[in-house]
């Protein structure tokens, strides 16, 4: 029997592949070139980015979805949207009981995930108001102790980690070098070029190749 090896992806837009297809977002170009290049091993690599999430958003999904999927290795990529500001952190945001039962479903097709964007997008839209205090919706220091509980999460079920950064996002150099700090005291793999906006299906391919 040929041996497989189970990857997710995890992460928010950039990991989702925001405007383009199934296929040339980049879990898939990755699930393609491991193949082609190790055709003794099966590769499943199964895409939970999702789109306007942040660290704390994907350590819940972690939690409740992807650990039951026993991966081998998780690929970690956060910090686009952690830094944008809203009047009130995530952490704080109580959501209502159908929208948890709508992120229940994420992982079950693309075409759920993207109605979860457009049924929350007035969530992660700045309202200018001069009475707000504005925060980042996940500090610095939260966002710290989110990678680290993933990664706790992940190594003690035996799961290894790979660290990805997404730019473009507000403070990003200060969320990369959080992420660039843990994968050197974590001694874990770290992408530190990871993905940039959203990228065309070439831009996905060069991500795909350099996290291979």
Known sequence: PIDCSR???LGDSGTFGWEVSDSQA???QLREILSSKYQSRKFD???AG???YTSLQGLRLMRSHVMAFRPDVVLICFGGNDGDLLPV???DRHLRAWVLSLQSGLLR???YQLLYKLLIADRFVSRASSHYNWVPRVALEDFETNIHE???LA???GVGVVLMVRRGGPNESAYAYVLEKISRQANLPFDKEGIIGHPSAEGYRRVALRVA
């Open 7 to 9: 990857i997710v992806a």
């Open 26 to 28: 980049y879990p898939q």
């Open 45 to 47: 690599v199964i895409n």
């Open 50 to 52: 999702v789109p306007g």
């Open 89 to 91: 952190a995530d952490k």
């Open 109 to 111: 097709s693309r075409v």
């Open 150 to 152: 993933m990664i706790r």
């Open 155 to 157: 190594q003690r079920n």
